[in-house]
């Protein structure tokens, strides 16, 4: 991958797509915030750009935003997902979609995977079947995305995905996060585990007052 891409970082308001929104700009990447609310998004991108100390980013309503952008990141809650990614179906045919949606509920006894019949990422693939759809960022913690200084070298990103040269390039640019390429961990199917694994690392925030990721060893 040479250089930047224009991502769009649809959900962008929210704490996980701000968070990334800023890592994508910190690392040369030309992004676009979107929302249902453009104005909304463009405050939330003046927050970006005071904390980078330069323009980096703009924000919009999600269509203007997706129709020019290259690649796509979804970081929107389970509820009304099939419904966005539905309204969106147009603009994302043909792009790379990245998919860190993770279908979660919440109870008295805290933080659990929902029972779905398929994955947030595997619903984007079969409502656009045209788009390049990766699943990646489900696991990196949205305060240690903006608080964090620095690269986040103690973790890896998980990308998994059917798209070769798709997956390949959201490897890339999981170095925004990390510093290094993310982890190829297989087909689209198994964001069946990955997006719910991340109840798991809720849960032991919680528990230990902290702020969990996933390093794999033994590469």
């Not at 330069?54 to 809650?77: F, I, M, Q, T």
């Not at 979660?104 to 079947?129: C, H, I, M, N």
């Not at 999981?174 to 190829?184: E, Y």
């Given at each position: 991958?040479?250089?930047?891409?224009?991502?769009?970082?649809?959900?962008?308001?929210?704490?996980q797509g701000r968070g990334l929104a800023y890592r994508f700009a910190a690392a040369g990447h030309d992004v676009v915030l979107g929302?249902?609310?453009?104005?909304?998004?463009?405050?939330?991108?003046?927050?970006?750009?005071?904390?980078?100390?330069?323009?980096?980013?703009?924000?919009?309503?999600?269509?203007?935003?997706?129709?020019?952008?290259?690649?796509?990141?979804?970081?929107?809650?389970?509820?009304?997902?099939?419904?966005?990614?539905?309204?969106?179906?147009?603009?994302?045919?043909?792009?790379?979609?990245?998919?860190?949606?993770?279908?979660?509920?919440?109870?008295?006894?805290?933080?659990?995977?929902?029972?779905?019949?398929?994955?947030?990422?595997?619903?984007?693939?079969?409502?656009?079947?045209?788009?390049?759809?990766?699943?990646?960022?489900?696991?990196?913690?949205?305060?240690?995305?903006?608080?964090?200084?620095?690269?986040?070298?103690?973790?890896?990103?998980?990308?998994?995905?059917?798209?070769?040269?798709?997956?390949?390039?959201?490897?890339?640019?999981?170095?925004?996060?990390?510093?290094?390429?993310?982890?190829?961990?297989?087909?689209?199917?198994?964001?069946?585990?990955?997006?719910?694994l991340t109840a798991v690392l809720i849960s032991m925030n919680k528990r230990y007052?902290?702020?969990?990721?996933?390093?794999?060893?033994?590469?």
């Amino acid at each position: 991958m040479n250089g930047g891409r224009k991502i769009a970082v649809v959900g962008g308001t929210g704490p996980q797509g701000r968070g990334l929104a800023y890592r994508f700009a910190a690392a040369g990447h030309d992004v676009v915030l979107g929302s249902r609310d453009g104005r909304r998004a463009e405050v939330t991108a003046d927050e970006i750009n005071a904390k980078l100390g330069r323009p980096a980013v703009h924000g919009d309503g999600n269509v203007r935003a997706v129709a020019g952008s290259e690649v796509v990141l979804l970081a929107v809650p389970w509820e009304g997902h099939s419904e966005l990614v539905s309204s969106l179906g147009e603009h994302l045919a043909g792009r790379v979609v990245i998919s860190c949606v993770n279908p979660l509920g919440f109870d008295a006894a805290g933080p659990y995977g929902l029972t779905v019949k398929e994955s947030a990422a595997e619903e984007v693939q079969r409502l656009v079947p045209t788009a390049r759809v990766i699943g990646a960022f489900h696991h990196v913690a949205a305060l240690s995305l903006w608080r964090s200084a620095g690269l986040m070298e103690d973790e890896d990103v998980l990308v998994c995905g059917d798209d070769t040269e798709a997956k390949a390039e959201v490897m890339e640019i999981a170095a925004a996060v990390t510093g290094r390429l993310g982890i190829d961990a297989g087909a689209l199917r198994l964001a069946r585990q990955l997006e719910p694994l991340t109840a798991v690392l809720i849960s032991m925030n919680k528990r230990y007052r902290t702020r969990t990721g996933i390093a794999v060893t033994g590469m």
